[in-house]
């Protein structure tokens, strides 16, 4: 009865075969990427997030790939059935998620729901087609090392795509859709191709051109679709977004408050920036007698410079940022170079587009003063930049009475991490002291300064400088800590790049928020 399905070995091509498993396996990868990245996006942790997705798609395949024994007939329908599915699956996976997210408090369950979904599916495909090249068994195995060769060229297409060029320029949603099209297209080439083989013909033609319409569709519509979902994960009206290489990057505006977020983490707010500014800035600069040449490590949106620039002593700053696209952003955009007094087009400011460590490690220059306006540590990639190691070179570039301050999150909602970054300052500096003050957009936020010489608070001076929130009079206070604000440090480990302590800190501590 089957014999009509059978391959008939003297006209049977195999290379369209071959072909689509290339496809499939590459957006396979960027399923997989995607479910990962937006779990780290959205939730945090992503040695958490993209482990548990890893794990759980991987256990998906070898389900999929067992069950794929129980299908005994129509291999080459049941196959196209398979890619049909994967692409609409994959297709709204990022829509999916997201308004999950914003809507629903079982984030995690769909998440994972959809990993081992689309998984399982994928894991039912290769077995398919081994089984499909076994009925031409006089190129078995040429023609198998072929499959898994494509197999795997695939997935490091899909993996180094999806970073490097896919989200960059279309995001998550569109890249999902674009992945969803090529699956579809997959099945079409098996359905036309092997038509002769085919039992559904007909249904799946069907199905493959209503499918390419929906998705067509809604990437059509696919700007419209982002601006929505944004607006419901940022309570203000989002009047900018933008994946770049590095990092999602939106502005908000409600009335006079313009924000800016990084991942979803608050960069600024301009209702309170200036005290987070003048307090990063001022106290390690009163510490300083005319500072002239000054390190800024990120502080890619310019405000920090701006308050560097208020003392007609230095000579040159040199800004450090990772992410180009960031700093042109807050260079240009008319509302954020008007926050920042257009420091980045001053003379003095020298803008480097390299990552912070890297960047020291070759840097030989000297600096009075090294401000690390970094990210919180919510990610492997930050935690480095708060380690030992990274603090060690800062100490190699500082001038013998040279100071560093660094931002070091919350010592009352993130007090492991704060006194984490205080303890590992300590196993480098001599001399180390934390301060803090409070922003309402970020709550108690605090810094910590680290120098080779006597830090000594009582002899900072503002210089009679216009500012709009520090005055001397003050300055005690920010120095002075609340029981609630302690940790007893030898509960604590410091943070070392190959023991990232300060991440497990700070994501417990958010955690708990």
């Known amino acids: 009865m089957l014999e009509e399905y059978k391959f008939r070995k003297t006209d049977f091509k195999i290379r369209p075969l071959l072909f689509t498993t290339l496809i499939i396996s590459g957006c396979s990868m960027i399923y997989e990427l995607i479910i990962g990245s937006l779990g780290s996006y959205l939730l945090g942790n992503s040695v958490v997030q993209f482990s548990l997705t890893i794990g759980i798609y991987l256990f998906a395949m070898g389900v999929g790939s067992y069950g794929s024994k129980f299908i005994h007939h129509y291999l080459f329908d049941y196959f196209a059935s398979l890619e049909i599915i994967v692409g609409l699956l994959g297709s709204f996976s990022s829509i999916i998620l997201f308004l999950c997210y914003i809507y629903t408090d079982v984030y995690s369950i769909v998440m994972y729901g959809l ?4 998984g399982f599916f994928v894991g039912l495909e290769i077995p398919l087609l081994v089984r499909i090249i076994e009925q031409h068994d006089k190129v078995l195995k040429d023609e198998l090392a072929n499959l898994f060769a494509f197999d795997y060229i695939g997935g490091l297409l899909g993996s180094l795509a999806f970073p490097l060029l896919l989200l960059p320029i279309f995001g998550y ?8 099209i090529l699956n579809i297209l997959a099945a079409s080439v098996i359905v036309f ?9 007909k249904s799946l033609k069907t199905i493959i051109v209503a499918s390419l319409i929906v998705i067509v569709s809604f990437i059509f519509f696919g700007n419209r679709l982002t601006n929505f979902l944004e607006g419901g994960l940022y309570e203000d009206q989002v009047i900018f977004s933008k994946q770049t290489l ?9 009335k006079d408050d313009l924000r ?14 200036k005290r987070y500014h003048e307090a990063l800035v001022h106290i390690p600069l009163g510490l300083i007698d005319k500072p002239k040449n000054i390190l800024l490590l990120g502080a890619g949106d310019g405000l920090a410079a701006r308050e560097l620039l208020k003392y007609s002593s230095v000579e040159k700053i040199t800004l450090v940022d990772l992410d180009e696209e960031m700093v042109e952003l807050c260079r240009t955009n008319p509302a954020i170079s008007k926050l920042n007094e257009h420091s980045m087009d001053n003379k003095k400011v020298e803008l480097v587009y390299e ?6 490690e070759k840097n030989k220059e000297q600096y009075q003063i090294v401000i690390a306006d970094l990210p919180d540590p919510n990610n492997e990639s930050l935690n480095k930049l708060y380690t030992t190691s990274f603090y060690r070179l800062i100490n190699k570039r500082l001038s013998d009475d040279g100071i560093m301050v660094t931002q070091s999150n919350s010592p009352l909602f993130t007090g492991n991490a704060f006194w984490c970054i205080n303890k590992t300052l300590k196993e480098e500096f001599p001399h180390v002291v934390p301060y803090h003050l409070y922003v309402p957009s970020f709550g108690d936020w605090g810094y910590n300064l680290a120098s080779n010489r006597k830090i000594e608070p009582t002899k900072i001076k503002l210089n009679q400088l216009e500012l709009s929130y520090l005055n001397e009079q003050m300055l005690p206070v920010l120095f002075s800590f609340g029981e609630d604000e302690k940790k007893d440090l030898a509960k604590l480990e410091i943070n070392t790049l190959f023991k990232p302590k300060l991440f497990e800190y700070y994501d417990s501590d958010t955690s708990k928020l």
């Open 355 to 360: 990552d912070a460590f890297t960047f020291l």
């Open 260 to 273: 800016l977020f990084l991942d979803g983490n608050t960069q600024f707010s301009s209702m309170d920036e």
């Open 193 to 201: 191709k092997y038509n002769e083989h085919l039992k559904w013909k």
């Open 115 to 118: 990993t081992f979904g689309i």
């Open 173 to 180: 949603i569109t890249v999902a859709f674009i992945s969803g």
């Open 246 to 254: 590095y990092q999602k990057i939106v502005v908000t505006k409600h």
